[in-house]
């Protein structure tokens, strides 16, 4: 059993549940549990050929936000996906990343080298930001919000990485929030999420595709509100220490509806180890929204032959926004 995790999500039910903080000696227990469990369970290297398999679809070439080009279209084999464990991947310089601004599931997975455990990790600062959902004006809700991401320094290493911290875009009284993983390089520069060629993409899926506005009908943010080096997945510790100015945006916005794009968005948000491509097409509930996950649009740009699913599950997301769906 992996300890650490099985703390890290503990602790994370109890933020969820109001229960911000916990004693330090409780905490110190932990840490030492934590490094008994550890040194005494240490996993041995061992081979592990994960097998890959390919999702074909009748309709690879149906793109509703892009025009239709001539030519064959081949279908190409989506990334493994971890099975069991969720671990963080291992960091990536910017010569060899191949993630994007809030990258998806990579082709293969890597043991990640363990982290020194410290209370800081264990037990992360707090500030009650109760208040700041039950203000009516939820712009001004969201910008005093800002103010504290922005004096954040929880993380170190993104602190020592960030540009600005990325909190959100778009209505904040729209039913639909697309929920991301990270801001990329393009997102560091400007402070809003998804303006790269992900957010390229991920515009023409919501206005071509959805028929509706980005700006007007919809609220978007990530996982993390500063950019990893590299452009790498968010870390766990990353995600719970990030976890209370997402849930207070998500508690200001008040959405109906939440749409994860990627693995990272849709497994730190639900608390799961469930692959992205099991998570699609079904419906799930958190902070009384419905949610729904699909593909990350960073993802399609690298597997063009995943967009034709990615349209099944907005399909399947405007059907339940009562939104009109065009037949194919």
């Known amino acids: 059993m992996n300890l650490r995790h099985a703390i890290?999500?503990?602790?994370?039910?109890?933020?969820?549940?109001?229960?911000?903080?916990?004693?330090?000696?409780?905490?110190?227990?932990l840490a030492i549990a934590l490094k008994e469990s550890e040194a005494k369970n240490a996993p041995k290297p061992v081979s592990d050929q994960a097998g890959q398999t390919v999702q074909t679809v009748s309709t690879a070439d149906f793109r509703p936000w892009e025009k239709r080009t001539p030519g064959p279209q081949t279908a190409q084999a989506s990334p493994a996906q971890p099975s069991?464990?969720?671990?963080?991947?291992?960091?990536?310089?910017?010569?060899?990343?191949?993630?994007?601004?809030?990258?998806?599931?990579?082709?293969s997975y890597m043991a990640p080298k363990r982290t020194a455990l410290s209370l800081e990790i264990i037990v992360p600062p707090h500030e009650d930001y109760s208040a700041l959902p039950l203000m009516e004006d939820r712009h001004e809700a969201l910008r005093l919000l800002g103010e504290k991401v922005r004096q954040c320094v929880r993380c170190i290493e993104l602190v020592s990485n960030r540009t600005q911290t990325v909190l959100g875009v778009g209505n904040p009284y729209a039913e639909l929030m697309f929920l991301g993983e990270a801001p990329g390089a393009d997102e560091d520069r400007q402070g809003i999420p998804f303006v790269g060629r992900a957010g390229q993409l991920l515009t023409k899926m919501i206005e071509n595709g959805m028929k509706i506005s980005r700006e007007e009908n919809t609220y978007i943010c990530n996982i993390l509100r500063c950019r990893p080096p590299g452009n790498r997945a968010p870390m766990p510790e990353e995600a719970f220490k990030c976890r209370q100015f997402l849930d207070t945006q998500i508690?200001?916005?008040?959405?109906?509806?939440?749409?994860?794009?990627?693995?990272?968005?849709?497994?730190?948000?639900?608390?799961?180890?469930?692959?992205?491509?099991?998570?699609?097409?079904?419906?799930?509930?958190?902070?009384n929204a419905t949610v729904v996950c699909t593909y990350h649009p960073a993802y399609l740009l690298r597997n063009p032959s995943q967009k034709a699913a990615t349209w099944q599950d907005l399909q399947f997301l405007m059907k339940l926004m009562g939104l009109k769906v065009e037949n194919d």
Do not use: H, N
């Open 8 to 29: 890290l999500q503990r602790l994370q039910s109890l933020q969820c549940a109001g229960i911000e903080e916990i004693s330090r000696p409780q905490a110190r227990k």
């Open 84 to 107: 069991k464990s969720f671990t963080p991947r291992p960091k990536t310089t910017a010569s060899s990343s191949s993630y994007s601004s809030s990258g998806s599931a990579s082709s």
């Open 251 to 287: 508690d200001i916005v008040k959405p109906k509806f939440i749409c994860c794009l990627g693995a990272s968005a849709a497994q730190y948000l639900l608390d799961t180890t469930t692959t992205i491509s099991r998570m699609r097409q079904r419906e799930y509930r958190y902070r």
